[in-house]
């Protein structure tokens, strides 16, 4: 039941947009902080972009003026718009969200930025 959905990922070409979303249920998404964060094979996650209640934003340093995270609090959903995609950009993606004293993960989608 409290669990966090994921959709937009996909196969773009460099230069391209894909706009990401995580919808939540069983919880109010305004109350908490959530980051969008990516993995490649053999590597940590990563934070992206991470957006807290107040709207405030920030984002890594590879991402900044590409991609904006933003949150609809009405339709409880968080959206990363990553724009000007480059290669570097593949990797899986996850939502996440405050959870207690823990995380609430979603499953990950795939990016795929092709040359």
């Known amino acids: 039941q409290v669990q966090l959905v994921q959709s937009g990922g996909g196969l773009v070409q460099p230069g391209g947009s894909l706009r990401l979303s995580c919808a939540a249920s069983?919880?109010?998404?305004?109350?908490?902080?959530v980051g969008w964060y990516r993995q490649t094979p053999g590597n940590q996650r990563a934070l992206v972009a991470r957006i807290v209640s107040s709207g405030t934003t920030n984002y890594a340093d590879s991402v900044k003026g590409r991609f904006t995270i933003s949150r609809d609090n009405a339709k409880n959903v968080v959206y990363l718009q990553m724009n000007s995609l480059k290669p570097e950009d593949t990797a899986v993606y996850y939502c996440k969200s405050a959870y207690g004293f823990a995380e609430l993960w979603g499953p990950g989608t795939q990016v795929t930025v092709s040359s």
């Open positions: 069983g919880i109010i998404f305004a109350n908490y902080p």
